[in-house]
């Protein structure tokens, strides 16, 4: 069974750019959350996507954005680059249990490093 | 989502049996306790989920004691690739799809 899968892996940008990641949940797997990993701030929760919906949203400004597709495929995107979106930008896909939930097993993919100059 | 503490850093041999306790004083009644573990760029990878008691699977066994305030990862026979970032998550279902990650346990192993 494929894993999650998380394009592109590598990427540098010039700040104001913008960017688009993309990430394939495992087969089956409705829920896809993104999360943001940094030396100074470590994993920090950006948003999750269920059945198209966003369902939970984090704590950062409306530069960061996705969207989720009725095929489970999610994107996330980052308008206007700043210095400090240089992360490792992952994605997670889970089954839902009871009444949708995720299960609480989040299978994460390798992620996206994105270096902003 | 109730806040965790666990030590930055634990360091260990080839062999011996590592034990990460997290502490979590105001865990909620609808709360479960779960460890991911994350190798240096790579996502994390989950370990083990218990409620209360005693869990144990193929990779590690986690201690819930009565109280729930306090849990124990442990890994037995640990071995150089246990070298890892080992985090402690506490929440209820509602919030599995938004985890809220602490600074983590570095684990290193040596020979």
């Known amino acids: 069974k494929a894993g999650v899968t998380q394009t592109p892996r590598y990427l540098i940008k010039t700040r104001g750019q913008q960017v688009t990641l993309s990430c394939s949940p495992i087969?089956?797997?409705?829920?896809v959350s993104w999360y943001q990993q940094t030396p100074g701030q470590g994993l920090q929760f950006l948003f999750e996507?269920?059945?198209?919906?966003?369902?939970n949203k984090g704590n950062f400004p409306g530069r960061f954005s996705g969207r989720q597709f009725s095929n489970s495929r999610s994107e996330m995107n980052v308008s206007t680059l700043e210095l400090g979106d240089s992360a490792l930008y992952l994605c997670a896909s889970s089954l839902e249990g009871n009444y949708g939930r995720a299960t609480g097993e989040l299978f994460f993919g390798e992620g996206s490093r994105l270096t902003v100059l | 989502l109730a806040k965790t503490t666990q030590p930055i850093s634990m360091d260990s041999y080839e062999g011996q049996e590592v034990n990460i306790t997290c502490s979590h004083n105001?865990?909620?009644?609808?709360?479960?306790i779960t460890w991911y573990q994350q190798f240096p760029s790579q996502g994390p990878r989950f370990i083990i989920q218990g409620y209360k008691t005693k869990v144990t699977n193929e990779v590690a066994s986690l201690f819930i004691p009565a109280d729930r305030k306090s849990s124990t990862l442990s890994l037995p026979r640990v071995s150089l690739s246990d070298t890892a970032v080992y985090y402690c998550l506490v929440g209820d279902p509602d919030s599995w799809g938004k985890l809220q990650f602490g600074a983590g346990t570095q684990v290193v192993v040596t020979p």
């Open positions: 105001n865990i909620a009644t609808n709360d479960y």
């Open positions: 996507y269920f059945s198209e919906t966003q369902r």
């Open positions: 087969s089956g797997h409705r829920s």
